[in-house]
């Protein structure tokens, strides 16, 4: 067990809808990263976020928003949802916010299925 | 820009023996960290082993070692006395050091632990 929780663990939903994944990271922990997982696309980053404020973007599309709260728990918003946004999220978190050692514990993921 | 390559899809290794598996990385920062982690059918993301790009001894983990050459950007796995709970997926990840906080995985390459 790594610390991170993501709720929900699974989510089937339909095209068009909008869903909300949230994470809480590891106690102490201030940044939060979220991947997506597909056959296609393999692990990719998308999005993380240090203490509140945003830090860096990946392959995040324009229908995708995250936030983090002030008790850093940290929610990613899925909008408009198309088939191939069926995948599986990955929350993570780690202490800091930079350097090329900041080891990221990963969450059990939310696995999403757009109907 | 950064590149992780896995080029085995697949291995198979038999119980007890060691097996190898393979990272190559491209990058221009001179600082960077180089991640192994496991993904067992479960899905959840083990974080195993860590190398940093200054590091001048190859990393140790247990039964997990990095074998780390640096002139020729590889960065392979090494895991000895394999044993069955070993198979599972393996994700090779790099994260530069200079400015850039995200995280960028390979493929992937699949092991096989066979009895």
């Known amino acids: 067990d790594s610390g991170v929780t993501q709720t929900p663990k699974h989510l089937i939903t339909a095209t068009g809808q909008r869903v909300t994944l949230r994470c809480s990271p590891r106690s102490g922990d201030l940044s939060v990263y979220w991947y997506q997982q597909s056959l296609d696309q393999g692990l990719q980053f998308l999005i993380q976020y240090y203490n509140g404020e945003e830090r860096a973007k990946g392959n995040i599309l324009e229908r995708f928003s995250a936030q983090q709260f002030p008790d850093l728990h940290s929610e990613l918003n899925l909008s408009s949802l198309e088939l191939g946004d069926s995948a599986l999220y990955f929350c993570a978190s780690s202490v800091g916010s930079s350097g090329p050692y900041n080891e990221q514990f990963f969450g059990p993921g939310t696995r999403l299925t757009v109907l | 820009a950064q590149k992780i390559t896995q080029t085995q899809p697949g291995m198979f290794v038999q119980e007890k023996e060691a097996v190898t598996l393979d990272c190559t990385y491209d990058t221009s920062d001179p600082s960077y960290g180089l991640f192994w982690y496991k993904q067992p059918s479960s899905g959840e993301m083990i974080f195993l082993i860590y190398q940093g790009s200054y590091d001048q001894q190859n990393a140790t983990e247990g039964r997990y070692s990095l074998n780390f050459q640096k002139a020729r950007k590889s960065a392979n796995l090494v895991i000895s006395a394999s044993q069955l709970g070993d198979s599972a997926m393996y994700f090779c990840?790099?994260?530069?050091?200079?400015?850039?906080?995200?995280?960028?995985f390979g493929a992937g390459t699949r092991l096989f632990v066979k009895a």
């Open positions: 990840a790099m994260r530069e050091g200079g400015g850039g906080f995200k995280t960028i």
